[in-house]
Structure formats: C-alpha cells, structure tokens
C-alpha cells in the first residue's frame, strides 16, 4: 500500500534531500536536451534543479504520493518540459525509452529492488543511464533503535504487533548484482555517511514525523503520531545530539546496448 506524505511539510523540511540531489546532478554530465524521469520527485525540489540542466530537454516526474504529486503539478504549471504522474514505480512505463533516470531518496521505501531495476532498465534507451541515491545498508540505524524502543512502551505496544521495517536498506554488493542481472553495465554503487543535526529535539522530532516514520504513524491511531515522534526524538536526544544518522547508497550505471 502506497504511503500518503505530508506535502506541505514535506517542502519546508526537504533540505537534506534537496542537497543529496543537487550533488547528485553534479557527477551527470548533460547536453542539455536529454529526455529524463525523476523517479520519486516528490514535492520537485530536485527536478527543479534538473529542469535547469536541460533548457532543450524533458523530464517526466513520477511519484507515488498524490499529495507529493498534486505539489509537483502546482510547481511546474505552464512549463511544457515537465509532465508530473502518480506512478509506482513497479508499475513504470514511459511512451518513449529516456536517456536517464535520476533519483533522491527514494529506492529504500521500495522491497522489491530486482522488479524495479527492471523496469528502470525497461524505460531506458540503450546505454541510457541511471543516476540514483538513496538509503543503503546501516541507514538511521540509531533511529531504528530508538523507534523500537518506543514502539516497545506499554502506550504503543499494542500498534505493532506483528511490525516490519518498511525500509529496504540495501548494500552495494548485493544492489551492482541486481543492477547487472537488470540489464545494466558500467555499474557503480556505494556508500557514503551523511549525519544530519537538528536544533532541538522539536525540530528533530517534526521531521522523524514527516520524512523517516510515515509508516509507522499510519499505524497509530489519531493524536498518538505526534507523541510518538516525540518520544523517539527523546530517545534520539538523550546524549544531546539531535542527529539522523544517514547511510547513503550511491547508484551509477548505464543499461546494456
């Protein structure tokens, strides 16, 4: 089941993405009339930045959120480069193979890695390349910890039986061999820390609420979300540090001729 986002926060607190995506876009070199999809866009922060890499180019931009989407339409009214779909990602078809793929934070929502690699592949021309990030093996390890810690309290208990993670937190060995057996060559992937620090642990605890535990939120019955959110920040902050801990999977390769 597709996970609805917060869009409105979502905008307010895409910093850290927005910035793994614009780095993202620094390792594609482009001539500028590429057609591209933006393979999770959300709110189109990212796609922003690449719509400014290919003034002769297109991008269809494709989330699973209609909120996300209904966002993404709203910032790109009247700009006949960009057409915006609520599209799973599992479920890709394009009209046309593109000549990239580009995506910020999204792969890690997605369990299935070996049917969406296909279908990425599907949407590709020939030596068309795939430019991704996302979370990878050890991502937010201390906030796992602390969520189950409070996922354990009397209060919530009863919310989780039977929980799995909603996370697909991959490495690089196993995420070049999926990528291989998709269609792809030229394949790189690796992983990089990015710790990210919050003000305060209201600050850290409105974006756990918005970003990292949607899913575990949908779980909760109304009102109990914010609590919940809180008290993982508490537990996050108890040595004073509000960080996320970010592990980032890096995804660079070319499909097959």
Request: charge should be negative; proline fraction near 4%.
């Amino acid at each position: 089941m597709t996970m609805e986002w917060n869009a409105q926060e979502y905008e307010v607190l895409a910093a850290p993405m927005t910035g793994w995506g614009a780095r993202l876009l620094e390792r594609v070199e482009l001539r500028g009339d590429e057609a591209a999809v933006d393979a999770g866009c959300g709110t189109g922060r990212v796609t922003e930045m690449l719509l400014g890499r290919l003034p002769r180019g297109t991008v269809l931009a494709v989330d699973a959120s209609a909120a996300m989407v209904e966002a993404a339409r709203e910032r790109f009214a009247g700009d006949d480069r960009v057409r915006v779909e609520c599209v799973d990602l599992l479920e890709l078809e394009v009209g046309e193979p593109v000549d990239l793929v580009l995506s910020t934070a999204t792969f890690h929502w997605i369990k299935d890695h070996d049917r969406l690699f296909g279908r990425l592949a599907a949407a590709l021309e020939p030596q068309g390349r795939l430019v991704a990030q996302c979370g990878g093996e050890g991502n937010i390890s201390r906030v796992r910890a602390a969520a189950g810690a409070v996922m354990e309290e009397e209060r919530f208990r009863p919310y989780f039986e039977g929980w799995e993670d909603p996370w697909n937190f991959a490495d690089p060995a196993i995420t070049r061999a999926r990528l291989e057996a998709a269609g792809f060559e030229d394949v790189e992937a690796w992983l990089h820390e990015e710790p990210t620090e919050f003000g305060s642990v209201e600050g850290l605890a409105r974006y756990l609420r918005t970003v990292v535990l949607g899913r575990h939120l949908e779980a909760l019955p109304k009102g109990e979300g914010e609590a919940f959110a809180a008290a993982v920040a508490a537990r996050l902050g108890e040595e004073g540090e509000f960080v996320v801990d970010y592990a980032r999977l890096n995804m660079l390769a070319r499909r097959s001729a």
